[in-house]
């Protein structure tokens, strides 16, 4: 009776091991693992199979029968855990639901600055001009005297100017790629110079310590006012749409005589007058005029053979009236709720 009782839960305490085990595996292999231990030919089933035989003769017919069914149950249970491994594709299907929104890859795009500024740039050499580049640490030499300013001259003055040790600043203006590009070239120049600038203003809605200019320069025999008129308008068109008007007020810059200040009628309210314009119908764009005659001089061309004009204009007060931007700090912030909004724009703009 002892040695069948023992045979009886040796056989129990098999079969929950057995299931247990079978129902922890996770993978293929780890089944097999589990069949070779309670199933296989040296396994835990044939060794207590094996001691039915020393069973008292009357026990074994019930014990065998017992060993048979925890068997059966064993192979069952491994049969069971086989198909599902067999199944993988079924069980990830069954995950992949078609209904899912699709992950989002947002793209990068161009800050609204660095639009204008290639949509300008692409405008211009479209009409002959090359792009030029200056450094933004410039010298007072390039920044200031060769472009003919005097040494009173507002402009200079520590609190609006960013000065540097060494006869050096930060270039408060793109002028100085003018004197570089003709210290460097003989006419004919025909010169874009797209880039940074530099001065001590306070920041506020419509001001900051550093924004962008292009400066324009074409020197050649016979240039002549006409010439400032029909490239600042063709610009004009190309940039703001085909209604656009522009207009020359008088002005005075050292560097240019005549000098004027050019402006584009107001494609925000088209003219009749709104916030943007000051309720004048006209936006200031750009400072303009004929190379002053001293600053061939100081280059070195010959005042009597060659005339030229030149301009520079504010990239930031382009982009702001583009978009509908009231506020230039935005520009600065780099905040992406603001930034994203341009992306769309950038394909626009170009077209
Ligand atoms: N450099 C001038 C400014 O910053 C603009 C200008 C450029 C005027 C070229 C005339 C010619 O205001």
Redesign the pocket.
């Known amino acids: 009776m002892d040695v069948g009782n023992s045979f009886i839960e040796e056989l129990d305490s098999l079969r929950r091991e057995a299931l247990a085990a079978l129902l922890t595996v996770e993978d293929a292999a780890a089944l097999e693992a589990v069949r070779i231990e309670y199933l296989g030919r040296n396994g835990r089933m044939v060794s207590v199979m094996s001691r039915l035989g020393a069973l008292p003769k009357e026990e074994r017919p019930e014990a065998g029968q017992q060993a048979n069914r925890v068997k059966n149950e064993i192979q069952q249970g491994f049969q069971a855990r086989l198909e599902e491994f067999s199944r993988p594709a079924a069980s990830t299907e069954a995950q992949w639901d078609p209904s899912l929104p699709g992950r989002s890859r947002p793209l990068g795009a161009l800050h609204p600055i660095r639009q204008v500024a290639d949509r300008i740039t692409e405008i211009l050499s479209r009409m002959g001009f090359a792009v030029a580049d200056g450094p933004d640490i410039e010298t007072v030499e390039n920044n200031f005297d060769a472009l003919n300013t005097p040494a009173d001259h507002p402009s200079r003055d520590p609190l609006d100017t960013f000065y540097l040790p060494e006869g050096t600043l930060l270039r408060?203006?793109?002028?100085p790629v003018?004197i570089r590009t003709m210290l460097a070239h003989r006419p004919p120049v025909r010169i874009i110079a797209p880039g940074r600038?530099y001065r001590r203003d306070t920041p506020d809605a419509t001001h900051s310590a550093t924004f962008h200019?292009v400066?324009g320069l074409y020197v050649d025999h016979d240039v002549s006012m006409a010439d400032l008129k029909g490239t600042i308008a063709q610009l004009a068109r190309e940039l703001m749409g085909p209604r656009v008007q522009i207009r020359f007020r008088p002005h005075f810059?050292p560097?240019?005589e005549p000098?004027v200040e050019c402006d584009f009628s107001c494609t925000v309210c088209g003219g009749t007058g709104c916030r943007v314009c000051k309720y004048s119908g006209w936006l200031e764009i750009?400072?303009?005029?004929m190379v002053d005659p001293r600053v061939f001089q100081k280059v070195g061309y010959d005042p009597e053979e060659f005339t030229g004009f030149?301009?520079?204009m504010g990239i930031e007060r382009i982009a702001m009236i583009l978009h509908g931007i009231d506020d230039i700090r935005l520009l600065y912030e780099n905040d992406a709720r603001f930034i994203d909004q341009f992306r769309m724009r950038f394909h626009e703009n170009l077209h």
Do not use: D, M, R
């Open positions: 408060t203006q793109t002028s003018q600038c200019q400066e810059f560097f240019t000098s750009a400072g303009a005029g030149a301009f520079g």
